[in-house]
């Protein structure tokens, strides 16, 4: 369709169903620039896709989204990896092992590749990051192998006494079942107390923990451990229940397998095998339990992980990104991906230590990288971390990066992108926001002062399907989920930085729908106060869901082939195009953004056309107008109201429009493809106070010009 056709199509359809958009010029919500408002992410890639993606023909390509700052994302706190950001370092052990410290100084030779290690002393079969990779010790049938805590949460470091930070172990049976009786087979250093709990609730003792509580067995107190392999009777009767936990407070404080040449050998608690079950009439003991070395085994997890490996714990293939790269941070940075802007950039925490985040830092600083923010850790609310644990581990991190800059601003917790509050089992207190005791552990400690600002990622949806309908959720999700952290007292002062987001929707990520999605959270969360949001991801990687039947189409602007190039761009390529370079001015200046209104709903009450006005550095307003009618044009007038009545656009208008009917996905797993597959129309109208304005089905349109009476 032409541009004069659209115009008049614009000017001239019945009036009489024409709604309204009122934008209220008098109600300011924020103040951003663009650049580093609209931001995107780099992820881990396959090993072999690195060198790929960073081409400068590549990068070229990227960098026509128009996006700004870059999020860099650490991926392997989530799959229980040790990170070698430098893969040049020295070990606590000279033979190769123990405890890893990346180089600070940097040399001649820049790093392109960065890989994690599989962490030897796992307790978890799956979490929030490993749902297919891996396995935990706890239950893998070999005696030779051991769990063990994170010795960074134990008294020598914490300072704080152990009872304070417990640690423990969870046995998911995965339905309920009789339980009476548990094997601990225990290795160096052992608790000296713990109890041995059932779950009672109708919830998920790891996803539900409100839905239920912990009860210690009438006989699952010990306070005088001993190690070895004791089988302990738990009941006289069996009790039904699915989940089975060891909560341990006071340890042997003896050496593990590794010897006692450095002391974060010598804390914490490590466990060989567990074994859950009954002791029938005769005596004899009855598991429950699945013990092999791979997904099979039945489901443990575990409170924290020791850091410990060696160099033989290399964990590359090709074409995984769990197995992948964490590309090299000089090649990151003397890219041009990042277009000279400071990027956010993390350190691994949940499975670090405080000198291998120092010397990163170090590192980064004497190259002279920008650098505006330091995310510390990834997801530890998906990594079951209790937030007294996250918090003794930020502190600690926090210590160390300031003594390598005293200016650095650190934040976190780097949410899972959940839309609720996240819930943590009741402390003592009967306390379970898990924000909140985070914050609390700050305050307490008088430490606050070291969370410059509070990031979360936003994955609204969930499951290989995603329904229109879902769209009509945003922007509340958003805008809930921010008012949530505010709630959980988060101090005003406190900046809000989504670092990573995307619509987790399958093939719906790339249809149209991914697009409206795109543009109506990221202007929401503008709208909601936040500072910055940003893209996941920049890099084309498109792999197929492992959970999706005929997905390819999740988290990315662009489809490759079989050799990582760019082949075709995605509707979110488009929307992205869309916010950066027409509805906000491509400019290093202010952007006022403002409220807007809607009384366009369908018969359920849904808002089926949502605004964002934005006053740019021209002078000129743009107006971003989301159709969310996936089959029906809305017809509507548009005006501006302050103190001195309602004025209106006039004069020549920039419109341009992305949707449907432009945009058509057909997937077809890696094959998958647009079509039609066209650029949005842009045209230009007049526009005066009578002027109706016809936005088409399911469609993103943006408004721009000068406002009159």
């Known amino acids: 369709m032409n541009g004069l056709f659209l115009g008049l199509i614009l000017l001239f359809p019945p009036a009489s169903s024409a709604q309204t958009i009122t934008v209220d010029t008098h109600h300011l919500v924020n103040t951003f620039r663009p650049r580093f408002a609209l931001g995107s992410t780099v992820d881990r890639v396959p090993s072999n896709a690195t060198d790929v993606f960073f081409r400068p023909d590549q990068i070229k390509q990227i960098l026509t989204a128009g996006w700004g700052v870059i999020s860099y ?30 180089d600070a100084t940097p040399t001649k030779e820049q790093i392109r590749h960065s890989y994690g290690y599989s962490l030897p002393h796992r307790g978890f079969t799956r979490n929030g990051g490993t749902e297919f990779d891996g396995f935990s010790r706890l239950d893998d049938g070999d005696l030779e192998t051991y769990w063990k805590s994170n010795p960074y949460l134990s008294k020598a470091f914490t ?4 009872s304070l930070h417990p640690q423990w172990v969870v046995i998911d049976l995965e339905k309920a079942a009789n339980v009476n009786a548990i094997r601990i087979a225990w290795a160096e250093p052992f608790a000296q107390s713990y109890e041995v709990q059932y779950w009672i609730g109708d919830g998920d003792a790891m996803d539900e923990p409100l839905k239920g509580q912990w009860k210690t067995f009438p006989f699952g107190t010990v306070t005088d451990g001993k190690g070895g392999t004791p089988t302990l009777r738990l009941d006289s009767a069996p009790v039904n229940t699915r989940f089975v936990r060891v ?36 005596g004899q003991f009855v598991d429950l339990l699945h013990h092999s070395p791979d997904q099979k085994q039945s489901l443990t997890l575990c409170s924290s992980v020791d850091p410990w490996h060696q160099a033989s714990d290399l964990y590359v293939a090709p074409d995984r990104m769990e197995s992948g790269d964490q590309p090299g941070f000089d090649l990151f940075f003397t890219s041009g991906i990042t277009q000279d802007l400071p990027a956010i950039i993390p350190i691994a925490m949940l499975y670090s230590t405080p000198e291998d985040g120092a010397a990163q830092m170090a590192y980064l600083k004497k190259r002279g990288y920008p650098i505006s923010y330091i995310e510390m850790g990834e997801e530890p609310d998906g990594q079951y971390m209790l937030p ?28 899972e992108g959940v839309t609720e509050d996240i819930k943590a089992w009741p402390d003592s207190q009967g306390r379970t926001s898990w924000l909140g005791r985070f914050l609390d552990y700050l305050k307490t400690h008088g430490r606050l002062q070291d969370l410059t600002f509070m990031s979360f990622e936003h994955y609204p949806y969930d499951g290989c399907e995603t329904p229109w309908k879902n769209l009509y959720q945003e922007p509340q999700l958003i805008e809930h989920i921010m008012q949530v952290w505010r709630d959980d007292g988060l101090p005003p002062n406190i900046p809000l930085l989504d670092t990573e987001t995307n619509d987790h929707g399958g093939e719906a990520a790339v249809d149209i729908f991914g697009a409206l999605w795109l543009a109506d959270s990221f202007a929401g969360f503008l709208t909601a106060g936040g500072q910055s949001t940003h893209y996941y991801h920049d890099l084309p990687y498109s792999p197929p869901h492992p959970n999706c039947e005929n997905s390819w189409g999740t988290y990315h602007m662009f489809m490759v082939d079989d050799h990582y190039q760019i082949r075709q761009r995605t509707s979110q390529y488009y929307a992205a195009q869309l916010l950066t370079q027409q509805w906000a001015q491509p400019v290093d200046s202010d952007h006022r953004l403002f409220i807007a209104s809607s009384d366009i709903h369908d018969s359920e009450g849904h808002t089926l056309v949502t605004a964002y006005p934005l006053l740019r550095p021209d002078g000129q307003w743009s107006l971003l107008l989301i159709n969310k009618d996936h089959e029906h044009a809305q017809n509507l007038r548009i005006v501006f109201h302050d103190e001195g009545g309602n004025r209106h656009f006039v004069g020549s208008l920039s419109m341009i429009t992305y949707g449907k009917q ?48």
């Open 662 to 709: 432009q945009y058509q996905w057909h997937p077809a797993r890696k094959k998958g493809y647009a079509d039609p597959d066209k650029s949005p129309v842009s045209s230009s109208v007049k526009s005066a106070a009578d002027t109706v304005y016809t936005l088409p089905p399911a469609s993103l349109t943006i408004l721009r010009g000068k406002v009159g009476q």
């Open 73 to 102: 994302r650490q991926n392997t706190d989530l799959f229980v990896q040790a990170w070698h950001w430098n893969p040049k370092g020295k070990w606590s052990d000279p033979a190769g092992k123990g405890y890893f410290v990346g």
């Open 388 to 415: 007294e644990d996250y918090g003794a581990l930020y502190l600690q991190f926090a210590e160390a990066l300031h003594k390598v800059d005293q200016n650095f601003k650190l934040g976190g917790p780097v949410f």
């Open 247 to 282: 909560l341990m407070t006071a340890s042997s404080n003896t050496c593990d397998s590794h010897g006692a040449g450095d002391r974060r050998n010598c804390v914490g608690y490590a466990i060989r095998e567990l074994y859950a079950g009954t002791i029938d009439k005769s």
């Open 159 to 162: 300072g704080e006494d152990d």
